[in-house]
T-cell receptor, first 116, second 113 residues
Framework: GAVVSQHPSWVICKSGTSVKIECRSL??????MFWYRQFPKQSLMLMAT?????????EQGVEKDKFLINHASLTLSTLTVTSAHPEDSSFYIC????????????FGPGTRLTVT | QKEVEQDPGPLSVPEGAIVSLNCTYS??????FMWYRQYSRKGPELLMY????GNKEDGRFTAQVDKSSKYISLFIRDSQPSDSATYLC?????????????FGEGTQLTVNP
């Protein structure tokens, strides 16, 4: 149980285009989903917290107009990287909260974005 | 100063060795302490969690928390090549719907057969 999927697992796009990444909780309902960014050999940096039916809360320094987050249902959240640039190339990971406890947060397999 | 400090390694040990992974932190409000394992190009998976101070054991893994020293450890006994991964410590202040995890940098571990 508590499986989280992400799609796509890998995407290459041209500079200036937009890319949408989906995060789904497959066997549970997640009122809260989190989006992280991870550079090679670095830790996960929280980008935003997404609650179903409300606007996402972005961490300091994260451009909300560039990284659009939509949490339309209890099982789906999307991250859209708008007007992508090479510096946006990274590994994007989502997690979904199963229950209130902090350790009840399950991670997706990640999406590798490469912007050329 | 980072809230959570973790030696990034890399750490290389022979099969069967005892591995010790550590994190220090500065935020005294942290109450929940987690260890995650992340294989290359995969999402993290939860290994252990501890609430407040103390020890917790699960098979070959033991997690220790010393809140007075703001120091946590993960011990792996009888390490196996399949344990080769990056290990991330993570911490959280409280159990609410919006509580966030703060991660360490991760320690890359290689267990050699």
């Amino acid at each position: 149980g508590a499986v989280v999927s992400q799609h796509p697992s890998w995407v290459i796009c041209k500079s200036g285009t937009s890319v949408k990444i989906e995060c789904r909780s497959l066997d549970f309902q997640a009122t809260t989903m989190f989006w992280y960014r991870q550079f090679p050999k670095q830790s996960l940096m929280l980008m935003a917290t997404s609650n179903e039916g409300s606007k996402a809360t972005y961490e300091q320094g994260v451009e909300k107009d560039k990284f659009l987050i939509n949490h339309a249902s209890l099982t789906l959240s999307t991250l859209t990287v708008t007007s992508a640039h090479p510096e946006d190339s990274s590994f994007y990971i989502c997690s979904a909260r199963y229950r209130l406890a902090p350790y009840e947060q399950y991670f997706g397999p990640g999406t590798r974005l490469t912007v050329t | 100063q980072k809230e959570v400090e973790q030696d990034p390694g890399p750490l290389s040990v022979p099969e069967g060795a005892i591995v010790s992974l550590n994190c220090t932190y500065s935020n005294s409000a942290f109450q929940y302490f987690m260890w995650y394992r992340q294989y290359s190009r995969k999402g993290p998976e939860l290994l252990m969690y501890t609430y407040s101070s103390g020890n917790k054991e699960d098979g070959r893994f033991t997690a220790q928390v010393d809140k007075s020293s703001k120091y946590i450890s993960l011990f792996i006994r009888d390490s196996q090549p399949s344990d080769s991964a990056t290990y991330l410590c993570a911490m959280s202040e409280r159990e609410t719907s919006g509580s966030r995890l703060t991660f360490g940098e991760g320690t890359q571990l290689t267990v050699n057969p």
